[in-house]
């Protein structure tokens, strides 16, 4: 029973790089979500999904994309690094959007330099 | 602006002993309140959850109380484990159309000592 997989576990980005943080999910959720945990900040959410084909923005969405074209995984892009996305990122999903508890992935350290 | 507040970084507390860790919140829309724990190196998971018609609910060792009128919950564990050692976070939510957007607290770093 795998849950929520996130990869990869660790990564390193140079200011200006981009590359896509993979999440998947094998319960069948409709609703899946990105955060970022910061020191001090708690989580803050980045963009969710409610559906396949339907995203939204969340609290911190400057700098980051995502699509959602199947049920299963819900990548986010990042375009052009900074330093201040610096964070570790966690994909979380429940069975409904409404008073469901999240699923949440192991997480993703990243690190712009 | 931090619409959930745990005020408290961390808290240390005997094992067998109660740990009760508090949460305020500014938001007099949130309806749905949340107890996250998490260990090093893992994802956050859930523990324990109130809806705002309840002012109490348990499951087991854990028990969230909610006080509407105060805008604040606790989360008590009775009694303490070693294996409770975690950083706890509080996590509250609006109704809002077809979407839940949890707005988390900055969590607070339980250690059960023996």
């Known amino acids: 029973n795998a849950g929520v997989t996130q990869t990869p576990k660790f990564q390193v980005l140079k200011t200006g790089q981009s590359m896509t943080l993979q999440c998947a999910q094998d319960?069948?959720?409709?609703?899946m979500s990105w955060y970022r945990q910061d020191p001090g900040m708690g989580l803050r959410l980045i963009h969710y999904?409610?559906?396949?084909?339907?995203?939204d923005q969340g609290e911190v969405p400057n700098g980051y994309n995502v699509s959602r074209s199947t049920t299963e995984d819900f990548p986010l892009r990042l375009l052009s690094a900074a330093p201040s996305q610096t964070s570790v990122y966690f994909c979380?999903?429940?069975?409904?959007?409404?008073?469901?508890?999240?699923?949440f992935g192991n997480g993703t350290r990243l690190t712009v330099t | 602006d931090q619409q959930v507040k745990q005020n408290s970084p961390s808290l240390s507390v005997q094992e067998g002993r109660i740990s009760i860790l508090n949460c305020d919140y500014t938001?007099?829309?949130?309806?749905?309140f949340l107890w996250y724990k998490k260990y090093p190196a893992e994802g956050p998971t859930f523990l324990i959850s109130?809806?705002?018609?309840?002012d109490k609910n348990e499951d087991g060792r854990f028990t969230v109380f909610l006080n509407k009128s105060a805008k604040h919950l606790s989360l008590h564990i009775v009694p303490s484990q070693p294996g409770d050692s975690a950083v706890y976070f509080c996590?509250?939510?609006?109704?809002?159309?077809?979407?839940?957007?949890?707005?988390f607290g900055t969590g607070t770093r339980l250690q059960v000592t023996l």
């Open positions: 979380a999903s429940s069975y409904e959007p409404l008073n469901s508890p999240l699923h």
């Open positions: 319960m069948n959720h409709e609703y």
């Open positions: 999904s409610v559906g396949a084909g339907i995203t």
């Open positions: 938001n007099s829309m949130f309806d749905y």
């Open positions: 109130i809806s705002s018609i309840k």
């Open positions: 996590a509250a939510s609006a109704h809002s159309g077809t979407a839940s957007k949890l707005t």
